[in-house]
């Protein structure tokens, strides 16, 4: 599956954003979803993921981070609000994809394991 991240940008400390991420080539309807993400010289983190029905949210992100999936629309969204600074990132959109068997780049947040990741979407925040 490949995933396409968008609506990063900068805003200001308490302020919010909306990044959406669509999915090509396989439908998500069944596949773990989630957003990671990641700053230069940290490790990457979970944040919020879509994990066989379950929704699980990082604690530090809890009652303001949302995701939701539209599998419809083949795309998985991430409602962030009262943004902080320390959560300035890059933030990716990643799939459990049982069809990706060589991929290396393996994470994991709740019973899934993330193996298919988008390019990044940067979120500054101010």
């Known amino acids: 599956v490949q995933l396409v991240e968008s609506g990063g940008g900068s805003v200001q400390a308490g302020g919010s954003l909306r990044l959406s991420c669509v999915a090509s080539?396989?439908?998500?309807?069944?596949?773990?979803m989630g957003w990671f993400r990641q700053v230069p010289g940290k490790e990457r983190e979970g944040v919020a993921v879509h994990d066989k029905g379950n929704i699980i949210y990082a604690d530090s992100v809890k009652g303001r981070f949302t995701i939701s999936k539209d599998n419809s629309k083949n795309t998985l969204y991430l409602q962030m609000d009262s943004l902080k600074s320390e959560e300035a990132a890059m933030y990716f959109c990643?799939?459990?994809?049982?069809?990706?068997?060589?991929?290396?780049?393996?994470?994991?947040?709740?019973?899934?394991?993330?193996?298919?990741w988008g390019q990044g979407t940067q979120v500054t925040v101010s």
């Open positions: 080539g396989h439908s998500i309807s069944n596949y773990c």
């Open positions: 990643a799939a459990d994809d049982p069809n990706d068997l060589t991929s290396t780049d393996v994470a994991t947040m709740g019973m899934c394991e993330y193996n298919s």
